[in-house]
């Protein structure tokens, strides 16, 4: 087995155990948890010091299961997210069968399509989709390369992906659009 595959193994087996992992997603170095489990989402949320109030996003692998986790999923979405060449996080009305402190009090959720060879992988092999958020301590900058994690938050996950460590992340935060019911959407962050 190489090196991806047995980081793959290792953050799927800690996410099934309701473990934190801090990982390398398609934008920036993130921690992760188990998005439909409330303890798990609790642990990111504590270990980040960030404001239970504000939510944070999911990830998964493929489009095709949106409707899994969104109640109505707008056409235009699957445009967006095919036709879209940089990361794109589209914020849903009305989530399902995710964890109750992870839904922002409006009932929405932030969802992004990831890709990438080892983000993409291990979430369709835990077969959930991952609660993410950026690396650092609420207020701190992003981190975009492993060595700028405060070793307070290195400290603190339960695993720690030992791939693209010093691979330097050039890509931005992905850009957020917030999706209304009736299908029209803003752009919230470009």
Do not use: H
């Not at 695993?159 to 919230?188: A, C, H, Q, W």
């Amino acid at each position: 087995m190489d090196k991806l595959q047995q980081e793959i193994e290792n953050s799927v087996k800690a996410l099934k155990s309701g473990k934190v992992i801090l990982y390398p997603t398609d934008t920036i170095w993130g921690l992760g948890a188990d998005a439909t489990s409330s303890k798990a989402v609790q642990r990111v949320y504590k270990i980040k010091k960030r404001d239970p109030e504000k939510s944070m996003i999911i990830l998964l692998d493929s489009a095709d299961k949106l409707e899994d986790y969104v109640i109505d999923v707008p056409d235009v979405s699957y445009d967006l997210i095919e036709k879209t060449r940089v990361p794109l996080t589209i914020i849903y009305p009305k989530a399902k069968n995710l964890a109750k402190n992870l839904v922002a009090k409006d009932g929405s959720i932030a969802i992004r399509i990831v890709k990438g060879e080892y983000c993409s992988e291990m979430i369709k092999k835990f077969g959930k989709p991952i609660v993410s958020t950026s690396a650092n301590l609420s207020g701190e900058p992003a981190p975009q390369i492993f060595s700028g994690i405060s070793s307070q938050i290195v400290e603190k996950a339960d695993y720690v992906v030992d791939i693209f460590r010093t691979r330097i992340n050039s890509t931005k935060p992905s850009t957020i659009i917030k999706m209304g019911e009736d299908g029209l959407f803003e752009i919230v962050r470009t």
